[in-house]
């Protein structure tokens, strides 16, 4: 009612001023080229002296947003979304009685795009923007525009193509999205949720992590004090002998980082969807991951061709930059049956599609492998201080073995829920991880030890924390074996669904039975018997759908608008969000019943009847599976491909606000839904 008593003021101030046509705002617009191959579409507002307009992102009951839609086109595709050159001032509008982000004075906002044309052509479209002042708001405004843009072929030249603002009715309230489904890969890498820049750093100090273990290894920790002397005797002067090891120590990083580079190309983009969701490489990783933790515990030593040792060790005699190089390649290969676990680790971790992840796994890995070898070149007098090799060096070799053990059973479990074995279910996934870390803690107390093992008289202050730790998330895990959510590791154990026991699926049923605390309304009660609920479930015992037809039908039927989840068996944040977020009693309730609740999950591997096969607008492939129609699905109608992402939309297929991804506040997720609402009920006046 506030938004709508604002419009209708604001249409009777235009009506008394009509005689005034007023425009407090002008656009002019101009492409540049940054780059062959690409474009910069640029929109720039000239706002008159105590007007404004408002942030591309306000809230549902706020005023209209700015928002850019452009017209799909074969020649190009966005490479984000419309982003403002400057940060909006937010503060309090009388007018709308929130804080708002706004523009004063002047604004500008760009779209990068990727010219696939080799041809000149236009980019054409409409911009949409609200113009208020401290007494009163113009109606919202549509602004149509064209640039005329260079073809990928052309030269670089920045260019201004001449537009004139037209008036125009109220605009529609749904924000557009702009991107075009063109190419696979560019979706791939450009509509990634924000998080992914995030993840890249914690990839980044997860291998650092990982570098700095596999220093104290018992193929590593003892080769540092004989490397250090190598470059101390071995050099005229103390400065001859820092530079190679300097040298050295860059060979290291480029090694490794040259094996990141070489799995990027190797297993890139149109490669993910196969890694992580396919039985075949998810087994051959799970057998490589208890190969290691085998040869960790001492069952065997996994050692490369000693022909390519010597060979690499040859090279050292040669002395200068070059036998700096050629010592790092040999410790790279001396080095493997402990290094190579950790570095599989990384790889396996960060190849799920991405160019940069496996390179800056590597660059993380080997910046933190290389860094106690060059310093202690540089100041060898430290190495009297360093300890001594000896029976903790295998310790921590063990103890990697049972922790390789452990994350090995994450690629046996995606196997096994995408293909619907029933292998490894949530309880017995729990009891594994319950077992190894139970005997982990065992061998740090030294009461389980293994043939190569040193005799512990006494347990160490350090041995005996790690045990605690261990032993902690040991009685963390067990209540999970009863029910318990056990959010911190949501996002890599089994759905609670596939767990046989669970007291909280007991209570649910035992209210449902009783009809305590559920809704008149409850989604409980669904239209008919939903598709593939015999392999497929919702968390929390939420009642809906897993075909999208069929929650199009129900909304009809019902009047409700649906819930979209576009989730994945494999999808470790779609967990996350499901522990963290659906939980919440208020968001469950919303779900429950306000919306009719559909999961489309994108990497099922269950093979559809003949007649529900579909041949994709997107790339003309016959889709088979459910994981490929609707993965199909995300990308031809939200042109999206990331998981977890939440659409609302009404009876129509409609959307009715901008969707969401990943976001872990609860408070955002149930504002998300309670806008749904809003617009669903707007749109049926």
Not at 555 to 573: L, Q, R, Y
């Amino acid at each position: 009612m506030k938004k709508f008593a604002i419009v209708f003021l604001s249409l009777l101030f235009t009506l008394q001023l009509s005689s005034e046509i007023l425009k407090p705002v002008k656009w002019n617009f101009e492409v540049k080229y940054p780059k062959e191959g690409e474009a910069v579409l640029y929109f720039h507002a000239k706002i008159d002296k105590g007007w404004h307009i408002y942030d591309m992102q306000v809230q549902a009951d706020g005023p209209r947003p700015t928002s850019f839609l452009l017209d799909k086109s074969p020649n190009f595709v966005p490479l984000s979304k419309a982003i403002a050159s400057l940060k909006p001032i937010v503060k309090y509008d009388s007018s709308f009685m929130m804080k708002v982000g706004s523009y004063s004075n002047a604004a500008s906002f760009y779209i990068p795009v990727k010219v696939l044309s080799s041809k000149a052509f236009k980019i054409s479209g409409q911009l949409q923007f609200m113009c208020c002042n401290d007494k009163s708001c113009l109606p919202p405004e549509d602004v149509p525009f064209s640039f005329d843009v260079n073809g990928a072929a052309q030269s670089s030249t920045t260019g201004v193509s001449d537009s004139i603002p037209h008036d125009s009715t109220l605009a529609s309230s749904t924000i557009s999205k702009t991107i075009h489904p063109t190419d696979s890969t560019i979706i791939a890498e450009n509509t990634k949720p924000l998080q992914a820049k995030r993840s890249l750093w914690l990839l980044f100090w997860l291998s650092i992590g990982a570098g700095l273990l596999a220093i104290l290894t018992p193929c590593v920790f003892p080769m540092i004090p004989m490397t250090v002397s190598f470059f101390m005797k071995g050099s005229e002067n103390k400065f001859k002998g820092r530079i190679n090891a300097l040298v050295y120590g860059f060979s290291i990083i480029f090694i490794y980082v040259v094996i990141g580079t070489v799995v990027a190309i190797t297993l890139g983009a149109n490669f993910a969807n196969f890694l992580s969701t396919h039985w075949l490489p998810n087994i051959i990783f799970f057998l490589v991951f208890m190969l290691f933790a085998a040869s960790f515990l001492g069952m065997f030593e996994i050692v490369l061709p000693s022909s390519w040792v010597n060979k690499a060790d040859k090279q050292v005699d040669k002395g200068g930059f070059l036998g700096s190089f050629f010592m790092a390649f040999t410790l790279v290969l001396v080095s493997f049956s402990c290094t190579g676990p950790l570095v599989g680790a990384i790889l396996v971790q960060s190849a799920g599609g991405s160019i940069i992840e496996p390179i800056v796994g590597m660059f993380g890995f080997s910046l933190a492998f290389a860094l106690p070898f060059t310093l202690f070149a540089f100041f060898p007098q430290w190495l009297k201080d360093l300890p001594k090799s000896g029976g903790w060096l295998n310790s921590v070799k063990v103890v990697l073995g049972f922790i390789e053990m452990a994350l090995g059973l994450k690629f046996l479990s995606i196997a096994d829920q995408t293909y619907h074995w029933g292998i490894l279910d949530r309880e017995i996934y729990l009891a594994c991880w319950i077992v190894i870390f139970a005997l982990m803690g065992l061998y740090l107390l030294g009461k389980l030890k293994f043939a190569h093992d040193s005799e512990i008289k006494s347990v160490s202050v350090p041995r005996l924390m790690l045990a605690i730790l261990t032993f902690s998330f040991v009685v963390y895990l067990i209540p999970g074996m009863f029910g318990a959510p056990l959010k911190a590791l949501a996002g890599y154990l089994p759905p609670s669904s596939t767990q046989d026991f669970d007291i909280n699926a007991i209570v649910r049923n035992n209210l449902d039975s009783s009809g305590g605390n559920l809704g008149e309304n409850s989604n409980d009660q669904l239209c008919e018997s939903p598709k593939y609920a015999d392999i497929l479930d919702l968390p929390h015992g939420l009642k809906g759908y897993f075909d999208y037809e069929q929650a199009l039908k129900c909304s009809k039927a019902t009047h409700k608008p649906i819930f979209i989840d576009f989730t994945g068996h494999g999808c470790v944040n779609c967990r996350e969000m499901e522990a963290r977020v659906w939980s919440d009693p208020r968001v469950l309730n919303i779900l429950k019943n306000d919306y009719i609740v559909v999961a489309l999950y994108v990497d099922d591997k269950t093979t559809l009847p003949e007649n529900d096969w579909i041949t994709s607008k997107f790339d003309g492939k016959i889709k088979k599976t459910i994981g490929q129609k609707y993965a199909d699905f995300q990308i031809t109608k939200f042109n999206v491909n990331a998981q977890p992402y939440y659409v609302l939309m009404n009876d129509k297929g409609e959307e009715l606000v901008e969707a969401k991804a990943y976001d872990k506040n609860v408070d955002n997720f149930i504002a998300f839904l309670n806008a749904g609402k809003k617009a669903f009920k707007n749109n049926d006046k």
